[in-house]
Each structure stands twice: as C-alpha cells, then as structure tokens.
C-alpha cells in the first residue's frame, strides 16, 4: 500500500455496469516523509473518505477484495483513512493534531 | 485506475482467438491536472469510447472483470468515459463545457 | 498492453517442467510515436511473430489467458500482431506499406 | 521479492472490515547494496518485524499468501526477516554482527 | 519476464512457514544488450540455478505457477537458466562460449 491524500473526485456517467455506485476518488500519492509526489491515483472508496483525508489504497487484485469492489473492473482501492504515522518513532503525520 | 485521452486505435488481424470482436484503443495517459504524460496504453475499449474522449482505465487482472474482456489476454480495459473532475474543490476538466 | 518489435529469441534447456514448447522473443517496447524506448520483455509467442513484427503484448495473469501459456509461470505473451495504428487520424505504422 | 527495512508504522482506524488486526509497516526499500532508496510501502507485517529488521516483502496478489492476509485488500505484506545476504560471495548484511 | 544474473543469495531463518524449503536468490536485472541495471530483485529458485548464472524471471501471480511456489507468498521466481540469446541475428550471450 502506499499512502496518499484525497485531493478531487471524478465523475462518469457513461461506464461499465459493474461501476454503479463507486465513488470515484483522486489520490495524490505522498512520501513517506509526507511529501506530495507528481503521482496520483483514481481510486473507488471503501471507507467514506474525503478531500484532505490522508489514506491507504492498494492496488491491483487486492483493489477488488473489498465488499463494494469484488468482481469489479477497478484496480485501486482506499482501504483506510490514516490517523497518523511515525518514523524512527517520531511523529510524522497525526489526523487529529 | 488512471485518466487518459483516446488518441487512436490499433489494427491486428493475426491475434489470439480470444481477442476476436475487441476494440483496440491507444490511450495517452494523463496527469491528475490534465497534463498529458508521455506513457501510454493500448487498452480495450468496454464503454465505446472515441478519439479525443477523456476515459478511465485499469490494468492487470481488474482489466479482465468486464463482460467483453472475461478470460481474455488483455491488460488494459476503458470501463469509464470522464464526464469531469475537480481537485481541491476547482473543476480541471468539463466535457460539456 | 504495450507495442513493441520482435528482436530477437531466446534460447534455455534449463527450465521449469511447464515452460516446455514456449517460444520466448524478445521484444523491444516502442512509444505510440513507434519510437523505440530503452526497455524490453521477453513474451511468450501464441501468434507466430517473427523477428522485425510489431505485436502487441500483455503482462501479469493477462499473460497466462491464451491456450498455450495457461497455467505457465510467464508473465508475458505476444497475443497479436499489428497491421497498423494511427494517431489523431493520421497512419503512424503500416505492416504492409 | 524486495529488501527493505521497517523504519515506521502507521495507524488507521476507519478501514476495511478486512483490515481488523493487522499491524502496518512502513518500510524502506534498500538496494542490493544495502543503500536506502528513496522508495516505500506499508506492508502487512506476517512475522512479527519490528523497526529497524531487514525485510523481504512481497506485492501484489502474492502478498494475500498468508494466513494472516488471505483474501483482504493488501498487496503488501512482510514474509521473513533477513538474516544475511551476500553478493559475490561477499556478505552485504549481517543481522547478527 | 527479464534477463538477470544470478549474484548472491538470502538467508532468512524468520518467515511465514510457506517460505520453507524455498533458496532465495538475488537476480541483477540485464538489459536486452546484456548489461547490468541499477536493479534487482529476490526471486526463488526453481531450476537450480547458481550465482552468475543467466536467467529469466516471472514476476507477480505468474511467480507461483510453479511446482514449489504454488500458493506461496512470493512474488518472482526464476523459472529457467539462459543458454543463449540473440538480437537482429547477432548473438548477444552464449553460456558455453
């Protein structure tokens, strides 16, 4: 998994069937020193994530071991909404800092 | 999944069995602010999607989880034409606008 | 997948029980510009390329959905041959020009 | 397979229903040389790693092998702390030393 | 799947008991002119193979197709040791030279 921030969300109305219901959301891709990257994602939402929630998502099969995405023809997922990290035990993120 | 524009499409007659009917699109990948990115790939096309549309695609074995590419040999799928997105609360692309 | 040129074989009497009666090439990935890049795999053949054919290519489990590599530890197959594509309307490759 | 080493861990309390007791590591990926790259992923951890171990961690749907993983949305996870490896002959990392 | 050389080996006595039994080496990757990348990976052996030995590798879910790798938690295996290759006719690389 990497970690990232719920920058946007996407919308369309023309797509497969198996789409129905997904939330569709743009993850910037972050460090682990919490740097933005020039990375990003779209990727279907599992945990009521919103804009500024920093975030886990997996990618590829493990994308579509979720209840909402099983058998779906997606291959990102946000699995958690991430309270904080630390590295070398020193905080590096904290949500409710 | 990432956002690309469909900028032309691919002509194989000898391919494996499985491939038969499929259309092939080659997709331009582009960045979250709607830059394009010199990467590509050619991806089957689930939606009808043309040139110039702005899609969604997916890769690995999630692309294999619409009804046209079920046990198939392909890669890539386009299972979503993007209406719009917004990031940080500010449209980037409007394919009505 | 990803378009590449056939440029050659390669040749391994040692191998996994299951990999027997693949035909292994390599392939050089080129741009959509039919430039070539810096990066290669090599694919099984399920399509009788030869050397100097532009194919098509798929990797990961994709790559295990023909007849012949269903079931095999390869993460790669050529499954067509390209006649030609185009870009924004315009030929950028043509087999048979 | 890579090498990395467990530098963080990160903690998620809104997550997938799937993700219920397992511990996430942020590790760094290290060269084959041992030197840091500037390169990350939060792994499943599946043998009980603690900061600063020497890792080998698989991705993708690979990373669902273990028990502790088995059909929950990771690709990630930590399956054995290394011990040594050598490279040439030469010993690169020592655990033990 | 990609060339490599075969330079060293990893020793771990702390993993998920479905590593047992499984030689971990590590493989420089090559490019198709049969020089070294910055870039290796860990794969299991499944050929017997030894260091500088040159041999292809499958990565991802291809990895556990083989006899000792299957439902494992691996993601690459070297699945034969290369004999020869050629590019454009010329040989690039002849084991018994």
Redesign the interface.
Known sequence: ???GKV??????????E??SNLK?L?V?VH??DNKPK?Q????VD???AG?DDMV?F?????????TQ?D???????I???????????AN?YEKWA
């Open positions: 998994m990497l970690i920058v946007g969300s996407v919308v369309a109305t023309r797509k497969d198996k789409l569709l743009v910037q460090g682990h020039d990003y994602v779209v990727a599992s945990v009521q804009v886990l997996a990618t590829g099969s493990s994308a579509r071991q979720t995405t058998a779906r023809p997606v291959d990102a997922v699995m958690a909404v991430v309270d904080s990290w630390d590295l070398g035990g590096v």
